[in-house]
């Protein structure tokens, strides 16, 4: 990746970290130490599934979350490598 790359990159990840929401989602992902789906999150948030689901796209989009499909089921993590290589340290202030 170059620089011009590695600014981009840059860019978008702090644009999808921009929507407090999603501030709220990785916390709740990081302090859970598991997967979750988009209806325990959005259990814990008081948001709507399709809410939840709109932001967990743009953070997968953005490469800050990784998903897994099991039948219609859909779980999510936080992808830490993202984190550590462009935000080291992020994640332990949540």
């Known amino acids: 990746m170059n620089i011009e790359q590695a600014d ?3 860019a978008n990840i702090f644009k999808v970290l921009g929507e ?3 501030i709220e989602i990785l916390r709740i992902l990081y302090h859970a130490g598991r997967e979750l789906t988009c209806s325990e ?3 814990q948030l008081n948001l709507s599934k399709s809410t939840v689901s709109y932001h967990f796209r743009a953070m ?3 490469g800050l979350t990784n998903t897994r499909q099991v039948a219609q089921i859909k779980y999510l993590s ?3 490598a993202a984190f ?3 935000l080291p340290g992020f994640l332990a202030t949540l």
């Open 8 to 10: 981009q990159t840059m």
């Open 20 to 22: 407090p929401h999603r």
């Open 41 to 43: 999150v959005s259990a």
């Open 60 to 62: 997968r989009l953005a």
């Open 78 to 80: 936080i992808n830490t």
């Open 84 to 86: 550590d290589r462009f």
